[in-house]
């Protein structure tokens, strides 16, 4: 099972900037979905991007397309959430996680192993 490790969060001001990196030191993540998710206070998790492991395909949820970029480089074993337009309502805990499986449109497994070596997450705060 794939272990992540996000960071990259903070305080930003509203329509400012953030990235957000997950990384594995014991997995290749190339062999994985990655999909970034995040958690409002009083809210269920919702999944905001992902990309294929197949053949790089992106994702991303209609809140936030247009704003978000998701992207991988390989040779950091990194996967990368670059965020810009921030908005009060991107305030959130944004996890990353990784699958094997077969992904849809989505950011849903629909084949294979679910998404999981959830890391502790990394807070996002937009201040207006």
């Known amino acids: 099972q794939v272990q992540v490790v996000e960071s990259g969060g903070g305080l930003v001001q509203r329509g400012g900037s953030l990235r957000l990196s997950c990384a594995s030191s014991?997995?290749?993540?190339?062999?994985?979905?990655i999909g970034w998710f995040r958690q409002a206070p009083g809210k269920e998790r919702e999944a905001v991007s992902c990309?294929?492991?197949?053949?790089?395909?992106?994702y991303y949820a209609d809140s936030v397309r247009g704003r978000f970029t998701i992207s991988r480089d390989n040779a950091k074993n990194t996967v990368y959430l670059q965020m810009s337009g921030l908005k009060s309502e991107d305030t959130a805990v944004y996890y990353c996680?990784?699958?094997?499986?077969?992904?849809?449109?989505?950011?849903?497994?629909?084949?294979?192993?679910?998404?999981?070596?959830w890391g502790q997450g990394t807070q996002v705060t937009v201040s207006s």
């Open positions: 014991g997995s290749n993540l190339d062999y994985y979905n």
């Open positions: 990309i294929s492991k197949d053949d790089g395909s992106t």
């Open positions: 996680a990784g699958s094997p499986g077969i992904l849809d449109p989505r950011c849903v497994i629909k084949a294979g192993p679910p998404f999981a070596g």
